[in-house]
């Protein structure tokens, strides 16, 4: 009893702000405009499945791109000393201190056809390259956002990772690779998974990046919710049924990655 | 003590909701688009009324919308354009107007009210109008352009912005195909958005856009789009080589109304403020700040005749004729509108 007490905050910011407009959600996704139930809104969902399909793969290309970069990075990182890490844990953090839209807007002005980098590499003779507007901008803007959601937990991980593990591996004749392949890696899995679902799941709701980097010509799960509230027809009874969806899939998506992470302390996030 | 200050910290974290819920004395809380009035009126307003502006914005009619039909806010003037004001009579979702208190509506020219948005005249006071229309680099366009469908022609490929929402979007290519911006008919709009979704397949459309048009435009970006005479007047001050022209099918003639929502808590002072707004000196300074142009007719006269003569921002009166403005459409064609407008968000680029 003694030690709930200080929870409470945390309860009421919880059932305020999480649990209620959850709860909101299901009730909206099931129910018609004269608030009658109904699973009307879920009969046409075959006709978003392509949009399903789009986000899913563009989070998924996203996710792999920010893990082959994160992870040898803050592998990297967990090997320096204290002064260069915190140099590089502040450079990684810097951009976060601006709001995203602007550095989104940032990277429009960088990927346009008469771009900064379109500009610099007709310096050198080469393009007009076609960069804004197409699948791959809106991939980098995802890449380029949520990248540091996806080196911080791996970096905690190797971080606070026993060295004697590594010693012990190295005494029993494991060379560097064996060590890493071994006993590194599947120990920082537990802030590999974190990472992948703290990418993931921003990447595969958001609707920002596509409008402003894709230019409306990719359309996203977060386009078509918001088109729900703010399109021609006002349909929150659709739009919620659709963010259910949504949901159900990241939790899908989750309960397959602890199965991977089984026997690994569960750092993820469920 | 950890329990008080558990429970006080608990009740820190639920105080900012009702605090919302407090009235404040003396306001009028206005809702309007996005850089779309001079800001400085509002504190002439107070230092003549003694009542307090609480200005907030929205980018799109929609917003507006759903924003009053989730509740939860309090506007006391909100300034839809005319078919968002129709569609909202016709849901009861506006007070009637008390006239006597907005003597100033007199200056208005007679052209403007009794629009179809409000037939008899009791909801709504004009605030702006405008077109719609075509937006083009001279520079980097070799032909004259005179009609949408100059927007759908392989010899832009990839030079041609978009507007980024439906209604704007489905009726360009309806007005092309010679529709009315206007029709229920669901054969005429999926015949629209094939026009739409075969200009994207072709790579002519560059990108769908709402206000990022400014920047696109402003630096040579793309060679054509499509948005508002105010914009483009704005635009051409940073570009000169823009140039605008009403399309010979005829665009869409807006008006931006104000109104007051049912939910409104200072009906006097918004009132105080719709009048304040019909003022000459406001309506002037409004419009220098704008590019949009004015329903007042006394206004009007006090202009620069640089601006008043400006067939953009006052085009003649036989090419208004040949405009259309939207009227409010059934649910069930809003609903085949978005329907269709997915198509085209979903189309791919075929040839590059």
Same mark, same amino acid.
């Given at each position: 009893?003694?030690?709930?007490?200080?929870?409470?905050?945390?309860?009421?910011? /919880?059932?305020?702000?999480?649990?209620?407009?959850?709860?909101?959600?299901?009730?909206?996704?099931?129910?018609?405009?004269?608030?009658?139930?109904?699973?009307?809104?879920?009969?046409?969902?075959?006709?978003?499945? #392509?949009?399903?399909?789009?986000?899913?793969?563009?989070?998924?290309?996203?996710?792999?791109?920010?893990?082959?970069?994160?992870?040898?990075?803050?592998?990297?990182?967990?090997?320096?000393?204290?002064?260069?890490?915190?140099?590089?844990?502040?450079?990684?953090?810097?951009?976060?201190? /601006?709001?995203?839209?602007?550095?989104?807007?940032?990277?429009?002005?960088?990927?346009?056809?008469?771009?900064?980098?379109? #500009?610099?590499?007709?310096?050198?003779?080469?393009?007009?390259?076609?960069?804004?507007?197409?699948?791959?901008?809106?991939?980098?803007?995802?890449?380029?956002?949520?990248?540091?959601?996806?080196?911080?937990?791996?970096?905690?991980?190797?971080?606070?990772?026993?060295?004697?593990?590594?010693?012990?591996?190295?005494?029993?004749?494991?060379?560097?690779?064996?060590?890493?392949?071994?006993?590194?890696?599947?120990?920082?899995?537990?802030?590999?998974?974190?990472?992948?679902?703290?990418?993931?799941?921003?990447?595969?709701?958001?609707?920002?990046?596509?409008?402003?980097?894709?230019?409306?010509?990719?359309?996203?799960?977060?386009?078509?919710?918001?088109?729900?509230?703010?399109?021609?027809?006002?349909?929150?009874?659709?739009?919620?049924?659709?963010?259910?969806? /949504?949901?159900?899939?990241?939790?899908?998506?989750?309960?397959?990655?602890?199965?991977?992470?089984?026997?690994?302390?569960?750092?993820?996030?469920? | 003590?950890?329990?008080?200050?558990?429970?006080?910290?608990?009740? =820190?974290?639920? %105080?900012?909701? %009702?605090?919302?819920?407090?009235?404040?004395?003396?306001?009028?809380?206005?809702?309007?688009?996005?850089?779309?009035?001079?800001?400085?009126?509002?504190?002439?307003?107070?230092? &003549?009324?003694?009542?307090?502006?609480?200005?907030?914005?929205?980018?799109?009619?929609?917003?507006?919308?759903?924003?009053?039909?989730?509740?939860?806010?309090?506007?006391?003037?909100?300034?839809?354009?005319?078919?968002?004001?129709?569609?909202?009579?016709?849901?009861?979702?506006?007070?009637?107007?008390?006239?006597?208190?907005?003597?100033?509506?007199?200056?208005?020219?007679?052209?403007?009210?009794?629009?179809?948005?409000?037939? &008899?005249?009791?909801?709504? +006071?004009?605030?702006?109008?405008?077109?719609?229309?075509?937006?083009?680099?001279?520079?980097?366009?070799?032909?004259?352009?005179?009609?949408?469908?100059? =927007?759908f022609t392989t010899?832009l490929t990839g030079?041609v912005?978009?507007?980024?929402?439906?209604?704007?979007?489905?009726?360009?290519?309806?007005?092309?195909?010679?529709?009315?911006?206007?029709?229920?008919?669901?054969?005429?709009?999926?015949?629209?958005?094939?026009?739409l979704i075969d200009q994207k397949e072709k790579g002519i459309v560059?990108?769908?856009?709402?206000?990022?048009?400014?920047?696109?435009?402003?630096?040579?970006?793309?060679?054509?789009?499509?948005?508002?005479?105010?914009?483009?007047?704005?635009?051409?001050?940073?570009?000169?080589?823009?140039?605008?022209?009403?399309?010979?099918?005829?665009?869409?003639?807006?008006?931006?109304?104000?109104? +007051?929502?049912? +939910?409104?808590?200072?009906?006097?002072?918004?009132?105080?403020?719709?009048?304040?707004?019909?003022?000459?000196?406001? +309506?002037?300074?409004?419009?220098?700040?704008?590019?949009?142009?004015?329903?007042?007719?006394?206004?009007?006269?006090?202009?620069?005749?640089?601006?008043?003569?400006?067939?953009?921002?006052?085009?003649?009166?036989?090419?208004?004729?040949?405009?259309?403005?939207?009227?409010?459409?059934?649910?069930?064609?809003?609903?085949?509108?978005?329907?269709?407008?997915?198509?085209?968000?979903?189309a791919?680029v075929k040839v590059h």
């Open positions: 009893m003694k030690t709930k007490t200080p929870a409470i905050p945390y309860i009421v910011w /919880m059932g305020i702000f999480v649990v209620i407009p959850l709860i909101l959600i299901v009730i909206y996704a099931f129910t018609n405009f004269d608030g009658h139930f109904t699973l009307d809104n879920f009969s046409n969902i075959d006709v978003f499945l #392509q949009v399903f399909g789009n986000s899913l793969w563009l989070a998924l290309i996203a996710t792999v791109i920010c893990l082959l970069i994160a992870y040898p990075f803050a592998y990297l990182l967990a090997q320096e000393g204290p002064v260069f890490r915190k140099i590089a844990m502040l450079f990684i953090m810097l951009p976060m201190w /601006m709001n995203f839209l602007l550095r989104t807007y940032a990277w429009m002005s960088i990927l346009e056809n008469n771009g900064f980098l379109n #500009q610099f590499l007709g310096l050198f003779g080469i393009g007009p390259l076609h960069l804004i507007n197409t699948d791959g901008a809106v991939v980098l803007g995802m890449v380029y956002n949520f990248l540091p959601f996806m080196i911080l937990p791996i970096f905690s991980v190797i971080d606070k990772l026993d060295k004697r593990y590594i010693e012990a591996a190295q005494d029993l004749g494991a060379n560097r690779r064996e060590t890493f392949r071994r006993v590194i890696f599947p120990l920082s899995l537990p802030g590999v998974l974190s990472g992948i679902m703290m990418v993931f799941i921003p990447s595969i709701s958001t609707f920002a990046i596509s409008k402003l980097l894709g230019g409306g010509m990719s359309f996203l799960l977060g386009d078509l919710i918001e088109m729900q509230f703010l399109g021609a027809a006002y349909n929150p009874h659709l739009g919620s049924a659709i963010a259910l969806m /949504m949901l159900a899939l990241v939790v899908i998506a989750m309960l397959i990655m602890n199965r991977f992470g089984d026997g690994e302390e569960g750092a993820v996030v469920m | 003590m950890k329990k008080i200050f558990s429970v006080f910290l608990a009740l =820190l974290l639920v %105080f900012p909701l %009702f605090a919302c819920g407090k009235k404040e004395e003396n306001v009028v809380n206005v809702y309007n688009w996005g850089e779309y009035i001079d800001e400085s009126i509002f504190d002439d307003f107070e230092e &003549q009324t003694g009542i307090r502006v609480n200005y907030k914005t929205f980018a799109s009619n929609e917003m507006l919308y759903s924003s009053l039909k989730s509740g939860g806010s309090s506007y006391d003037v909100i300034i839809p354009s005319d078919y968002m004001a129709a569609r909202m009579v016709e849901e009861n979702m506006l007070l009637p107007l008390d006239y006597s208190q907005i003597p100033n509506m007199a200056n208005l020219d007679a052209q403007y009210l009794n629009l179809e948005y409000d037939p &008899q005249q009791l909801y709504t +006071v004009p605030y702006m109008w405008g077109v719609t229309g075509i937006i083009y680099n001279t520079t980097m366009v070799d032909h004259p352009i005179t009609s949408w469908m100059d =927007l010899d030079q912005l978009m507007f980024d929402n439906p209604r704007d979007c489905i009726g360009i290519a309806l007005k092309a195909l010679g529709y009315s911006f206007n029709t229920t008919s669901e054969d005429e709009i999926t015949e629209a958005a094939n026009l560059q990108a769908y856009v709402m206000d990022q048009i400014f920047d696109k435009m402003i630096n040579n970006e793309a060679a054509i789009g499509t948005y508002y005479a105010g914009d483009y007047i704005t635009m051409s001050e940073e570009n000169p080589d823009l140039a605008f022209c009403i399309p010979s099918e005829g665009a869409n003639l807006f008006v931006d109304a104000m109104c +007051v929502p049912t +939910v409104c808590e200072n009906y006097d002072n918004a009132m105080a403020f719709i009048n304040f707004m019909c003022s000459d000196d406001v +309506v002037l300074r409004n419009c220098e700040e704008t590019g949009y142009s004015t329903p007042s007719a006394t206004a009007l006269e006090q202009m620069d005749e640089e601006v008043s003569g400006n067939p953009v921002a006052y085009p003649a009166s036989d090419i208004l004729d040949n405009c259309e403005t939207y009227g409010g459409l059934p649910s069930s064609t809003l609903s085949f509108y978005d329907h269709e407008w997915i198509r085209i968000c979903l791919k």
